[in-house]
Structure formats: structure tokens, C-alpha cells
């Protein structure tokens, strides 16, 4: 392989690692706490779309993104309600987001711009386009390609992991967040709301899938499409339990899964020992990661004790 083709195929990896980094992180913080976000997939469908369409509407790609992140909160919201508050059960009030936020975007779609499930080409300053960092053209090709060119939301991505690691591991909030999803009663007895502290996470998981949906519709395309999501939402929970529920170790999982993407994109024909490798095969690669992951090959993940159960307050 070229070095020149090697920096294209790092460069892609990047881009289309960034929305499963910043829903793995969403994750994290929602499952941390104790709540399983099966509904990623819907809260970044929904930003997509909504980030997409008034970013058209408004003409400002900024504008998009506050939507976005307001769509995806007002479903991180209903699924706290259903979770948290109503006791429901965590797995299928995800899936319903999912199936809520695959239909209403066709739906309003429809109904806004007479388009099923998609909204207009956003013109260049409806979406984020790439930075040229100071000095891309005269440190090197790698500084130049992979660096530098990328959109704000692609540097705010990366600079989400060592925020989110601060932020579990060194600050108060976190340690009571993580404490919320293994012993809530410890937490309750100390006088901290577990509702209140699941709430919050799940706020913040509300606006990493809000940014992780404007980035696909309003950076890395230009415009919304039925389904564009096309299940990164699962593949970023795998990853997540790839990662051990650890900020860092999530930006190197999703990094893995985005390689295997741009190389899947990259070589629609590739020869391994001399046997062409077929195209579907490459395309599935990444999905077969995933069931790779859930299946428990990769070793051992233990999630947070008490993931999953909803809190009752002992009287």
C-alpha cells in the first residue's frame, strides 16, 4: 500500500469513526449510571434529521446543531421518563425510540420539504466545512491529510474522550455517576438522588448523540437521508462494550470499527493470499465485528452492577 493511499485510508477512518466515538461516549455516560441506551441509534436518526432541516430552513449549520442536540435530548427525556421515572424496562423503551425516530423523520419529511425521508442539498454554509490548521502546508503530508482539513465537530470528538475521563474519574459528579450504576443504595443512603443523577446523565448522553446526528447530516454529508444512521447506533453500544465502559479504550474501538469501514469503502475488491475477498463480505465486516464482540470473544466485560434495573427508594 502507498504511503499517499495509507493517509486516505487513515484520513476516512477518522471521519467515519467520529459519530460512533462521540454515541460510544453517550453510551458510556447513560450506562455508567445505570440505564442501558438501546435508543442511540434513534436519538442520533432524529438529530440527523432535525440538524439537517433547519440547518436548510435557518441557513446556519450552527443552528442545525443546537436543533439537533435539542431533538436528541427531548428523546433522552422520554426514555428517562419510561426508565427512571415509570420504572419501565430500559431495553424496549430503547427500541420504541428507535422505531419512533425512524418514522417521524420520514414522516415530517414528508410533510416539511415533500421529500420522503430526506431533506434538500445543504448549501456550504448549512454545514460544517473542513479547517486548514496553521502550518498544513509545510509540516508534512501527515500533519496536512490527517490532521489538519477536518470539521470542528471532528476535533471536538477527540477532545470529548479526555473531557469525558475527566470528568468519571476526577471530578465529584463522576464518581457519584458511577456509583449511581453500581450501588444506588449507597448513593441514597449518602442523601444523592438517583433519579436525579440518571436524569443528568442521561442529558448528557442526549447531547453527544445530538452532536454525533448533525455531524453525519450536516459535516460528513450534506443533507439527511431515510435510515443514514444505518445501524451505528448498535455497532457504537459493541464498541462500548468493547472498550470496557472506558473513555479511552472507546476512542481506540471505534477507531477499529471506522477502519474497517473506510477500508470496506476503499477496496470494493481486495485479494488476501491470492482469494478475492467478495464486496458484501467487506461491506459487513463491520457488523461482523460487532457480533463478534456481543458474543464474548474478544474476553470478559463486566458492566456496571446495576445496569438495567430500575431504582425503587426503600421506605
Known amino acids: 500500500m502507498e504511503f499517499l493511499t495509507l493517509l486516505q485510508v487513515l484520513d476516512s477512518t477518522v471521519r467515519l469513526a467520529i459519530p460512533l466515538l462521540l454515541a460510544c461516549l453517550a453510551g458510556l455516560f447513560s450506562e455508567r449510571a445505570g440505564i442501558f441506551d438501546i435508543g442511540l441509534e434513534g436519538k442520533m436518526l432524529i438529530a440527523a434529521f432535525f440538524s439537517a432541516a433547519v440547518a436548510y430552513v435557518s441557513g ?6 443546537l436543533a439537533g442536540i435539542g431533538a436528541s435530548m427531548l428523546l ?3 426514555h428517562g421518563l419510561a426508565s427512571i421515572t415509570f420504572r419501565g424496562n430500559q431495553l424496549i423503551s430503547g427500541v420504541a425510540i428507535n422505531f419512533l425516530a425512524a418514522g417521524l423523520t420520514v414522516l415530517i419529511a414528508a410533510d416539511w420539504f415533500q421529500e420522503a425521508g430526506r431533506t434538500p442539498s445543504l448549501g456550504s ?10 502550518f498544513a502546508d509545510s509540516l508534512g503530508p501527515v500533519y496536512g491529510e490527517l490532521v489538519s482539513g477536518h470539521t470542528i465537530l471532528v476535533y471536538l470528538a477527540f477532545l470529548c474522550v479526555p473531557v469525558s475521563w475527566w ?22 443512603t449518602a442523601g444523592i438522588s438517583v433519579p436525579g443523577m440518571r436524569f443528568a446523565a442521561l442529558a448528557i448522553c442526549g447531547v453527544l448523540c445530538g452532536v454525533a446526528g448533525a455531524y453525519l447530516s450536516t459535516a460528513l454529508q450534506a443533507g439527511f437521508v431515510k435510515d443514514m444512521t444505518a445501524g451505528r447506533g448498535y455497532i457504537a453500544l459493541a464498541a462500548l462494550i468493547f472498550a470496557k465502559w472506558r473513555p479511552w479504550y472507546a476512542l481506540w474501538a471505534t477507531l477499529l470499527f471506522g477502519l474497517l469501514q473506510a477500508v470496506a469503502l476503499r477496496y470494493q475488491t481486495l485479494e488476501l493470499g491470492g482469494i478475492a475477498v467478495p464486496t458484501q463480505l467487506m461491506d459487513a465486516a463491520p457488523y461482523i465485528l460487532t457480533v463478534v464482540i456481543l458474543a464474548g470473544f474478544v474476553g470478559k466485560a463486566i458492566p456496571p452492577k446495576s445496569g438495567g434495573v430500575p431504582y425503587v427508594k426503600e421506605r
Do not use: H
Not at 446556519?60 to 446543531?65: E, I, R
Not at 465529584?172 to 448513593?187: D, H, Q, T, W
Open 60 to 65: 446556519s449549520a450552527w443552528v442545525g446543531l
Open 76 to 78: 433522552s427525556g422520554l
Open 125 to 134: 454554509g448549512a454545514r460544517f466545512v473542513p479547517i486548514d490548521l496553521p
Open 167 to 188: 470528568v468519571l474519574y476526577r471530578t465529584r459528579f463522576g464518581l457519584r455517576l458511577r456509583a449511581v450504576g453500581e450501588n444506588p443504595e449507597a448513593v441514597d
